[in-house]
């Protein structure tokens, strides 16, 4: 087992330890993007070409994005590339946060937020596209932190979330995605099944439409 995949694995145990978790990627996050590359992580530029698709077909040229877990800001770095996009971040590591900073391809990132708690950060607005890529994984959060991004997507906007196959099976986020719970406050719009993610497995993009009112 090579170090790249086993600092990916070690960070797959931390459900119901945020503090561990977090401490576990302030220390990871100078080395973060060198292993996931070396792991062949693709999820974030599959997400945000899905993100760039949904903004043109459905969105306008002033649309703004929430990327929630932003990790070191590689989604916001690719939707750079893609368009002139107002993109704000959070994630639970205030030292994965400030590497998201560097890009320059956000207007905000904070730190310390943690997506399992289902309240909205007050510092935030309500955003036409919220996505969360890579969060939605072993030892992160559970398929309740859905709850926390519909809170962050205003009115018949857009939440994109990828789920690792083996997080899928083992958390039933599919029951928890098609429960009452979320569907009084959103539409599944449509699955992208076992698309490209990493190169251990694949994963699913959920696509959900806000429709409960605005918080």
């Not at 170090?3 to 302030?26: C, R």
């Not at 590339?81 to 205030?94: A, P, Q």
């Not at 950060?121 to 036409?128: A, C, F, S, V, W």
């Not at 190169?199 to 806000?210: I, L, N, Q, S, T």
Request: with cysteine; glycine share 8%.
């Amino acid at each position: 087992m090579n170090n790249s995949f086993a600092n990916i694995k070690q960070s797959h145990v931390f459900f119901e330890d945020s503090p561990g978790l977090k401490n576990y990627y302030e220390d990871w996050a100078s080395r973060y993007d060198g292993d996931l590359a070396d792991q062949k992580w693709v999820a974030p530029r599959v997400a945000a070409n899905f993100v760039h698709l949904l903004a043109s077909a459905y969105g306008s040229p002033d649309t703004i994005i929430f990327d929630a877990g932003c990790g070191t800001g590689l989604v916001g770095s690719v939707l750079s590339t893609l368009g002139n996009y107002v993109i704000d971040g959070v994630d639970l590591s205030e030292n994965m946060a400030a590497e998201a900073l560097k890009t320059h391809a956000y207007r905000k990132v904070y730190g310390g937020v943690d997506l399992s708690v289902p309240v909205r950060d007050e510092r935030l607005d309500q955003y036409d596209i919220v996505v969360s890529s890579g969060v939605f994984t072993l030892g992160h959060v559970r398929p309740t932190a859905l709850l926390t991004l519909i809170e962050y997507a205003r009115p018949d906007g857009l939440i994109l979330v990828s789920t690792r196959g083996s997080y899928a099976a083992e958390t039933g986020f599919e029951d928890f995605a098609l429960s009452r719970e979320v569907s009084e406050l959103a539409s599944l719009e449509f699955k992208l099944k076992n698309a490209n993610y990493i190169a251990e497995e694949g994963a699913d993009y959920w696509v959900f439409r806000k429709t409960g009112p605005t918080q």
